[in-house]
């Protein structure tokens, strides 16, 4: 951004700076203006970003420049001046435009990323909804006449539901990557689906990545991967139908 020397800028100063910043400068830069905070310069870039391009970084060559190369104020001040406000604007905008590339760039990942996560986290929701009715049932008097047959429709459910988590899972696991790739990036992980195509992804559980793929998961985790929450959510399900079975005597009706 400019210093506090901008305010002394006049506007034919800043006429020579951006005709020596031109062949510089990021070919999509459209208009620069007044911040609206007041403080330095706002970049519009058009066409926007799409983050497949290369990274923008600064060119080599404007170290090079002539017009831009450093010159004391004892030699020149005006010059000196001049080159420096120079200087602080190309990185001020090299700086924007790496911040609108790399959230465009996490964007366009995730898009690249994201195939049937909606369609599994809705069948998953089906299928957890699913069992949850069947172990439900399990507690009802209408259950105590057909306990065999109950516990074996919570099975089935069980399996489904675990199945359905571990499909999600192999989505989440990329989009856990894209993420992690991302890191830096100003979007946080909703901003960056909403973005994407998909605000549903608030209610997604997105572990770390490095949570997929490992056989153990420590009590202590609270955000595993969605599979290992299911089975915690089986055992304590089937502990609970050992118990009963150890306390009333009898193992099925």
Not at 33 to 59: A, D, N
Not at 67 to 88: D, F, I, M, W
Not at 94 to 100: D, G, K, L, T, V
Not at 158 to 173: I, K, L, M, P, S
């Amino acid at each position: 951004m400019f210093d506090s020397t901008y305010t002394s800028t006049s506007p034919e100063e800043i006429r020579v700076i951006f005709d020596r910043l031109h062949p510089y400068l990021p070919p999509n830069l459209k208009k620069v203006e007044p911040h609206p905070s007041g403080f330095g310069l706002s970049f519009t870039f058009t066409p926007p970003f799409t983050g497949r391009e290369e990274e923008p970084f600064k060119p080599v060559a404007a170290y090079d420049d002539p017009r831009l190369s450093y010159v004391s104020q004892t030699e020149n001040e005006a010059e000196h001046l001049l080159r420096r406000q120079a200087g602080l604007v190309l990185d001020d905008v090299y700086q924007r435009a790496r911040e609108q590339w790399r959230d465009a760039a996490y964007i366009s990942d995730l898009r690249a990323a994201i195939h049937e996560a909606p369609a599994l986290w809705k069948t998953y929701q089906h299928e957890l909804k699913a069992l949850g009715s069947a172990y439900d049932y399990l507690r009802t008097p209408e259950a105590a006449r057909e306990w065999a047959p109950a516990v074996s429709r919570l099975i089935d459910a069980q399996d489904r539901t675990r199945t359905a988590a571990t499909a999600f899972d192999r989505e989440a696991a990329e989009i856990a990557r894209v993420h992690e790739r991302h890191l830096y990036a100003d979007l946080g992980h909703t901003a960056a689906l909403t973005a994407a195509g998909y605000p549903e992804a608030a209610e997604w559980p997105i572990a770390e990545a490095d949570s997929y793929g490992q056989s153990h998961y420590s009590d202590w985790d609270t955000h595993p991967p969605l599979a290992e929450q299911i089975r915690r959510l089986i055992e304590q399900q089937d502990t609970h139908l050992a118990k009963i079975r150890r306390l009333s005597g009898t193992n099925t009706n």
